[in-house]
Structures are given as structure tokens and as C-alpha cells.
């Protein structure tokens, strides 16, 4: 069966850097704090209204798509993963669709959060496997600054993230072994909402009795959004950050080695592991526990915090363009959060 290959990979980060020392401004936080418990110096905020998820995801799919050697209209399918769309819906392909004037191509928008470039990517190489498409625009980007508590109550959650987007063209190829050796997804949603964002939603609180109050006040008419849900702060992020770190230490590893022995593969084979940037000392404990060297796993969380979707195309971009991953090389992509979902690819490049 025919393979997919990277053809072209591009990312874009915004340009309004702010240091852990500019959130001091907002909440009662500290360098010290976000450093030591996250690796984290720095990340980057999208203009609050001349960008959105979608225009930095265009923005990085141009780079991708005039690396591939191609037009947005040689395009023939959009993949694209966010968890802070521009609308509820319709998703953020379809805008990508519309901005980059590209052919009535299908497109398809994934919710995986985290792991969401990697099941996105999965899909994509299933479509170029059996033959259906030849050239696919996958993307993964977010605005998470748009729709993070910034006061102190939201202090655990909204330091970690930051804006940015990754993006890749994927093509078939008929080189003798290169390409996307195989993906591995999976889910446990017994964890759903540890790490959340509820409202606006159609759960009434099916799932979420702890909110009680703010449906037992609303209106017909509010109980999507409501002024006691945004009284509650709501309409902000969950997340039980502890429990989170402790399933990604696992399974994040787990997948890595389910990658490698599908493949008769071994971890002294990797050549370069790209881990979701979650927080450094995740990707530390990942590569402690596959034994890998500092130069087999590449981390930039210091400079972008968590770009959730966009952390692992915006990582392996960057790795590429410091000529730290060779063709031939055998890259190992892994992913873990909410849902719980986590996922992982193989690739030699
Ligand atoms: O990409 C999606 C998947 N997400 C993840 O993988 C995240 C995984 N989890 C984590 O990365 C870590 O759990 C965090 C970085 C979120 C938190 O680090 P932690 O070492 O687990 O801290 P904690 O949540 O146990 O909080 C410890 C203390 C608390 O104070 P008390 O109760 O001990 O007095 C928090 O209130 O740190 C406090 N705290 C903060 N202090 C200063 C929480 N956030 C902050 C903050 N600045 N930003």
C-alpha cells in the first residue's frame, strides 16, 4: 500500500511575546513558579482582534503548501484540529477553505485537543493510503488567549497556554521505506471532564452536577450560556492539573513503544521524538523512561507554552529548520490530553 509522506511542514507564532513576569500583571503568580513547574518562560498571544485560529493556521499552511511545491488549490482535503475555533461552528477549515481560495474541497475539523494534530494526521494519511486524495492541508492551531481566565482563580490553567499554529502537506510517495510508518489513537473518556471547558454546551449538567446552581438559575433560553455560568467562571477551562500529569506520564511513553514494536522497531531507533508540549517536566519524564539522549527529543515549550493542537507540527517544524531531523530519519511524534485521548505516529522522514 502506497505511504504518506511530509511534503511540506510550516508554522506561525504570533509576534506579542509576554514573559512569565507580564502575567504578574493580571494574577498572583511568579517566574519561579511557572519555570520550575512547567518549564515555561515565555508565550505568544495572537492580536486579541487582527488574528484569529484560523488566519494563523492560513498563515502557516502557506509555508507548508509553497514548501510542498504546491498551490492551496492543488489542494484536495483540509484536516483541522482546534480546540478554540473562531466560531462554534462551522469549524475553522471551511474558513480556511474560503481564505485560501482553494477548490470546493472537502474539510474537516478534528476535537482532540492536544492530541488532535495527531489523529489528524492519521486521518489524513488514511485518505492518502487508499488513494482517495494526493494532496492534503493538515493544520493545527489555536487562540487560546481569547478564552483563558486571567484573574487569579484561573492562575493553573491559563500560564501554561499560548497561541500559535502548525501546519503540514501530506503526499504520497513511492521511496522505499520513507514515510508515515503508522499512527496509534486512543481514548479514555472515564476522565472527560478533568480537564474541560463545559459551557457553552449541551450537557445540562448531565455531567457536571458540581454547577447545579448556575442551571438551576437559568432560563429556558440560557441554559447554554448564562449569566450564573460566567458568574462561575464557566466559560473558562477545567483542568485537575495533577491527575492530567500523572495519565500523560504513562501513556504517552506507552504509545511510543506500541509505535515502535508494530513497526519491529526499537527506542534506540528513534532519532528524534517530538512530545505534545504539556510541560517540560512531562517531556523530561517521557524521554527519562525511554532512555533517550538530550539530542533525540526536541522541546521549545519555553518559548510558546502549550499550544495544544498546534504544540506538536509547530515542535516538529521547528526541529526540521534547525536541521535537527535528516531524511532518513526515524521521528517519532506522541500526544496526550483531554478527553482523555493520546495518540502517536512513526515516520521516517
Ligand atoms: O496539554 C494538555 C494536558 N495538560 C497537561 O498535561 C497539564 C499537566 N499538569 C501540569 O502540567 C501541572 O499539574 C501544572 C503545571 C498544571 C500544575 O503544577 P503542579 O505542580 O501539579 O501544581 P498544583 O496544581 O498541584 O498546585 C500547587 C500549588 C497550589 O497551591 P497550594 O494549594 O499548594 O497552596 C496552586 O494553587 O501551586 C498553586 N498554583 C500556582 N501558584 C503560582 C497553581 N497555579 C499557580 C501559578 N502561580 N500559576
Redesign the pocket.
Known amino acids: 500500500m502506497q505511504r504518506s509522506k511530509i511534503a511540506g511542514i510550516g508554522f506561525y507564532v504570533p509576534k506579542n511575546v509576554y514573559t512569565n513576569d507580564d502575567l504578574k500583571k493580571y494574577?498572583?503568580?511568579?517566574d519561579e513558579?511557572?519555570q520550575e513547574?512547567?518549564g515555561i518562560k515565555e508565550r505568544r498571544y495572537a492580536d486579541r482582534l487582527g488574528e484569529t485560529t484560523t488566519t494563523m493556521g492560513v498563515e502557516a499552511a502557506r509555508i507548508a503548501i509553497e514548501r510542498a511545491g504546491t498551490t492551496a488549490q492543488d489542494i484536495d482535503f483540509v484536516v483541522f484540529a482546534t480546540l478554540s475555533p473562531d466560531y462554534y461552528f462551522p469549524g475553522c477549515g471551511v474558513l480556511l477553505q474560503r481564505a485560501m481560495k482553494m477548490k470546493e474541497v472537502g474539510a474537516l475539523d478534528i476535537r482532540n485537543?492536544?492530541s488532535g494534530f495527531v489523529y489528524a494526521l492519521s486521518v489524513a494519511d488514511q485518505f492518502i493510503k487508499t488513494g482517495m486524495y494526493k494532496n492534503i492541508l493538515v493544520v493545527g492551531a489555536e487562540k487560546h488567549s481569547f478564552g483563558l481566565d486571567f484573574s487569579t482563580r484561573g492562575?493553573?490553567v491559563s500560564?501554561?497556554f499560548g497561541d500559535g499554529a502548525g501546519a503540514v502537506v501530506l503526499q504520497p510517495t513511492n521511496k522505499e521505506g520513507q514515510g508515515i510508518l503508522s499512527t496509534h489513537l486512543h481514548s479514555d473518556g472515564e476522565s472527560a471532564e478533568i480537564?474541560a471547558m463545559y459551557n457553552p454546551g449541551t450537557h445540562a449538567n448531565h455531567w457536571t452536577p458540581q454547577w447545579q446552581s448556575a442551571f438551576d438559575e437559568a432560563e429556558i433560553g440560557q441554559l447554554f450560556m448564562s449569566h450564573a455560568m460566567i458568574d462561575e467562571a464557566q466559560n473558562f477551562p477545567y483542568?485537575d492539573?495533577?491527575a492530567?500529569?500523572k495519565k500523560?506520564v504513562i501513556k504517552i511513553p506507552e504509545v511510543v513503544e506500541e509505535a515502535l514494536s508494530q513497526n519491529g522497531l526499537n527506542k534506540s531507533d528513534i532519532d528524534m521524538l517530538i512530545p505534545?508540549q504539556?510541560?517540560l517536566r512531562?517531556a523530561q519524564f517521557v524521554q527519562q523512561k525511554l532512555g533517550l539522549s538530550d539530542d533525540k527529543v526536541y522541546n521549545n515549550i519555553q518559548k510558546y507554552g502549550?499550544t495544544?493542537a498546534a504544540s506538536v507540527p509547530i515542535a516538529l517544524c521547528e526541529a526540521w529548520e534547525a536541521g535537527r531531523i535528516k531524511e532518513g530519519d526515524l521521528v517519532c511524534l506522541a500526544a496526550?490530553?483531554?478527553g482523555f485521548t493520546w495518540a502517536g505516529a512513526l515516520i521516517r522522514w
Open positions: 494574577m498572583d503568580t511568579s513558579w511557572i513547574r512547567t485537543q492536544c492562575r493553573n500560564v501554561i480537564l483542568m492539573g495533577p492530567v500529569f500523560a505534545h504539556a510541560n512531562i502549550n495544544t496526550f490530553g483531554s
